[in-house]
């Protein structure tokens, strides 16, 4: 079973500013798409930001202008640049990876926006 490991969140101040990695458990796992959701309780899971394996990246209209992603191809990686954080980005943070037509998750790492 492939696995996704993020790492990066935390407590951020509103305005700040927060980087979250993820990277696949195996280096050699080719994935097509990879990026982030979210969640908040009582809410549907929402995309957040995808980059394919040609560097097309898409974005959730909440983030747009706010957040970058990159990907590194042969490492499996996957970065989420968060820039002017607000109080509605706080959420779990997941990972998303597409690979032969099924999908991965990460476990998920809590963003919180707050001062």
């Known amino acids: 079973q492939e696995q996704l490991v993020e790492s990066g969140g935390g407590l951020v101040q509103p305005g700040g500013s927060l980087t979250l990695s993820c990277r696949a458990s195996?280096?050699?796992?080719?994935?097509?798409?990879m990026g982030w959701y979210r969640q908040v309780p009582e809410k549907q899971r929402e995309m957040v930001a995808v980059?394919?394996?040609?560097?097309?990246?898409k974005f959730g209209d909440s983030v747009k202008g706010r957040f970058t992603i990159s990907r590194v191809l042969f490492e499996n990686t996957v970065t989420l640049r968060m820039n002017n954080l607000n109080s509605e980005d706080t959420a779990v943070y997941y990972c998303?990876?597409?690979?032969?037509?099924?999908?991965?998750w990460g476990k998920g790492t809590l963003v919180t926006v707050s001062s």
């Open positions: 195996r280096s050699n796992f080719t994935i097509a798409t």
């Open positions: 980059i394919s394996s040609f560097g097309d990246a």
């Open positions: 998303y990876g597409s690979s032969g037509g099924s999908d991965y």
